[in-house]
């Protein structure tokens, strides 16, 4: 159970706290550039930055689940729990929604030199990652004092 938690900490640090850094400190200093440089720099960001996600992505469900099956094998399994699988996989879920949709528009927006494409795009990433910000950090505190 310890190793778990240890998994599931490194996957929650990596994610939330890159998150924080793209929203908080990255994107107010990119916001007076021009749009292609602003477009490219943010895409090949995330680029690298979403790859580390699906790794912390797997950790945080994988371990995530151990623990719980491991939980149930003890009896009830608390709230606290229960309200941090939801709001993981919902987080999970408006993630692959930003890969799958919103990042791949970027990326064939940036290689056509499409700017209005894909700042429109960008502009989605950006909203999708202030919600799941915020879920991550309701889920930290729902997960500690939850636990009290
Ligand atoms: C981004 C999403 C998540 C964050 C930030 C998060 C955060 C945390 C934190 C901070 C702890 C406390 C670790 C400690 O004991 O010190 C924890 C424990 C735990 N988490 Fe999560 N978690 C997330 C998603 C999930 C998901 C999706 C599941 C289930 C599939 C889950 C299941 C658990 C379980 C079972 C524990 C142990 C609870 C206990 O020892 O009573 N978590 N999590």
């Not at 941090?84 to 990326?107: C, H, P, Q």
């Not at 056509?112 to 795009?121: L, S, V, Y």
Request: overall charge positive; aromatic content about 14%; glycine content about 8%.
């Amino acid at each position: 159970m310890k190793i778990a938690v240890m998994f599931h900490l490194l996957g929650a640090v990596v994610w939330i706290g890159g998150m924080f850094f793209a929203y908080l400190c990255l994107r107010p200093s990119t916001s007076g550039l021009e749009p292609p440089q602003r477009l490219v720099l943010w895409a090949a960001t995330l680029r690298r930055f979403f790859l580390w996600v699906w790794a912390a992505v797997a950790l945080i469900l994988g371990s995530g689940f151990y623990m719980v099956a491991r939980i149930a094998e003890l009896g009830r399994m608390p709230l606290y729990v229960h309200l941090m699988l939801y709001i993981g996989v919902v987080m999970t879920l408006i993630f692959a929604y930003v890969f799958f949709s919103s990042f791949a528009t970027l990326k064939r927006a940036v290689a056509a030199q499409d700017w209005k494409t894909g700042g429109a795009a960008l502009n989605q990433i950006r909203v999708a990652v202030a919600v799941n910000l915020a879920l991550g950090l309701l889920n930290i505190v729902v997960a500690t004092a939850g636990a009290t």
